[in-house]
T-cell receptor, first 115, second 111 residues
């Protein structure tokens, strides 16, 4: 089945130690998104790639970076995780920016714990 | 900026109907969506409605859209324990058409 896969499902990292979260897709969608979801809150868009074009949200901290080496993969790098970065990180894809009738397809998420 | 608001909690008895409400601010939305999130999982698209529609029915799900009041609702008929989850309303705003989510409504279904 075509899908969005996030690895790992759970990640524990030390305060200040760089960490990378991974997302891959078999849908051949043009757009890939990273959302941060803290407990009992709405998912918040961090950035997205439209093909190779990177689009950062204005309020995304510099501590968060992303890479998309090819259509299938997208990575979220947190350079110096703080306790406030503990959250569920959701990767999503869409065929184009309109979302359309399919909306976005989400992965299962990576829950990040910072110790 | 764009904003989406939902009530945070709803409790219903098994077999009853559930109605989850949402309000949004961006009148340029083309599509509005309902997503379901089960514990520890990602978001699963339940249904959508195109902005020129008032109602959409999909098996047990009915979506109502009141564009004048910018109000969206999701009705689940014959609610089952498997429907217990968090339900997110999402609005596709103009420009990049990124999804703006509400904080989610936690639906609890009890016997």
């Amino acid at each position: 089945d075509a899908m969005v896969i996030q690895n790992p499902r759970y990640q524990v990292t030390q305060f200040g130690k760089p960490v990378t979260l991974s997302c891959s897709q078999t849908l051949n969608h043009n757009v890939m998104y990273w959302y941060q979801q803290k407990s009992s809150q709405a998912p918040k868009l961090l950035f997205h790639y439209y093909d190779k074009d990177f689009n950062n949200e204005a309020d995304t901290p510099d501590n968060f970076q992303s890479r998309r080496p090819n259509t299938s993969f997208c990575f979220l790098d947190i350079r110096s995780p703080g306790l406030g970065d503990a959250a569920m990180y959701l990767c999503a894809t869409s065929r184009d920016r309109t979302g359309g009738v399919s909306g976005y397809t989400f992965g299962s998420g990576t829950r990040l714990t910072v110790v | 900026g764009e904003d989406v608001e939902q009530s945070l909690f709803l409790s219903v008895r098994e077999g009853d109907s559930s109605v989850i409400n949402c309000t949004y601010t961006d009148s340029s939305s083309t599509y509005l969506y309902w997503y379901k999130q089960e514990p520890g999982a990602g978001l699963q698209l339940l249904t959508y409605i195109f902005s020129n529609m008032d109602m959409k029915q999909d098996q047990r799900l009915t979506v109502l859209l009141n564009k004048k009041d910018k109000h969206l609702s999701l009705r689940i008929a014959d609610t089952q324990t498997g429907d217990s989850a968090i339900y997110f309303c999402a609005d596709s705003s103009g420009g990049y058409n990124k999804l703006i989510f509400g904080a989610g409504t936690r639906l609890a279904v009890h016997p």
